[in-house]
């Protein structure tokens, strides 16, 4: 049996064009009009997620005692089995975000979007300690969403270090953002992995016979680009770098911008 909650199984969610459920399949959603999109479903029910799962787990009783340790292992087995995946499917984005993990601060919210260093790596690899603390709209597979994210984070959490770590084609999306960091006085630090432009689409263009066209990009100074918006640009190309660039960024506040250069990092860690 398979109970789907306020998902509407998309494309975007699935990496597939629909799921072909086994078992019964029951679909609670606020619109009714999602109610069978992409999945057939033996019962729908429409309506608020929080209230008709209330009444549900009353309807259900208290039953039998529950194996909080036995679910424990089953959800780290499974989470253990993703991380392996994704490292099998993109290695070099895996061993990057592991890099950028390793040197954030316990509490911090990073923020991000649809990157290739997101959803190849980090959201894989990244480990946090507390709700609230990766931003991220999977959904439409947004490009641009990471730093405005991180920066309304911040406003909302003044109290935990915020970041955003988004590939170089994205983060044009909405550079415009670093003026407003300034302007409020806010503290984020920018993350931006340099892949040389839009990978994804390049590799599309690619698998349909089609020679890249528009996808590799001209780069701008990324940390010159920080400093002329009133922040502080720096570079990292090694892990100790990294490690040392993050340590500075939180300690000095304001608009901070890390720049790495993926190909060059990654040829680093290799050697």
């Known amino acids: 049996m398979l109970l789907v909650v306020g998902s509407k199984l998309g494309e975007a969610e699935l990496w597939a064009p629909?799921?072909?459920?086994?078992?019964?399949?029951?679909?609670?959603?606020?619109?009714?009009?999602?109610?069978?999109?992409?999945?057939?479903?033996?019962?729908?029910?429409?309506?608020?997620?929080?209230?008709?799962?209330?009444v549900l787990t009353a309807a259900l009783g208290p039953g039998e005692p529950r194996d909080a340790a036995g679910a424990a292992a089953r959800v780290a087995e499974?989470?253990?089995?993703?991380?392996?995946?994704?490292?099998?499917l993109s290695a070099e984005n895996t061993a990057l975000a592991r890099s950028i993990a390793a040197a954030l601060p316990d509490n911090a919210i990073v923020a991000t979007d649809?990157?290739?260093?997101?959803?190849?790596?980090?959201?894989?690899?990244?480990?946090?300690?507390?709700?609230?603390?990766?931003?991220?709209m999977a959904t439409y597979a947004t490009l641009g969403y990471g730093l405005p994210a991180a920066l309304g984070a911040r406003i909302a959490a003044p109290h935990r270090p915020a970041f955003v770590v988004v590939g170089?084609?994205?983060?044009?999306?909405?550079?415009?953002?670093?003026?407003?960091?300034?302007?409020?006085?806010?503290?984020?630090?920018?993350?931006?992995?340099?892949?040389g432009g839009y990978a994804e689409i390049k590799q599309n263009e690619v698998d349909a016979g089609i020679a890249p066209v528009a996808v590799d990009l001209v780069q701008p100074d990324w940390a010159a680009v920080a400093t002329a918006f009133g922040g502080v640009g720096r570079r990292a190309g090694t892990d100790a770098e990294l490690s040392e660039a993050v340590s500075a960024a939180v300690a000095a506040g304001g608009l901070q911008l890390i720049h790495i250069d993926q190909a060059a990092f990654s040829a680093r860690q290799e050697a």
């Open 168 to 195: 170089d084609g994205a983060l044009m999306f909405s550079m415009n953002e670093f003026i407003t960091v300034v302007e409020q006085g806010e503290d984020v630090t920018v993350i931006v992995v340099d892949n």
């Open 114 to 136: 649809s990157s290739q260093i997101a959803y190849w790596g980090l959201l894989n690899t990244l480990r946090v300690a507390e709700p609230n603390s990766t931003p991220y």
């Open 78 to 88: 499974t989470l253990d089995a993703v991380r392996e995946e994704s490292a099998e």
């Open 18 to 54: 629909t799921l072909d459920a086994r078992g019964s399949v029951i679909r609670i959603d606020l619109l009714e009009s999602q109610i069978q999109k992409n999945q057939r479903v033996d019962i729908g029910l429409v309506g608020d997620a929080a209230a008709a799962l209330t």
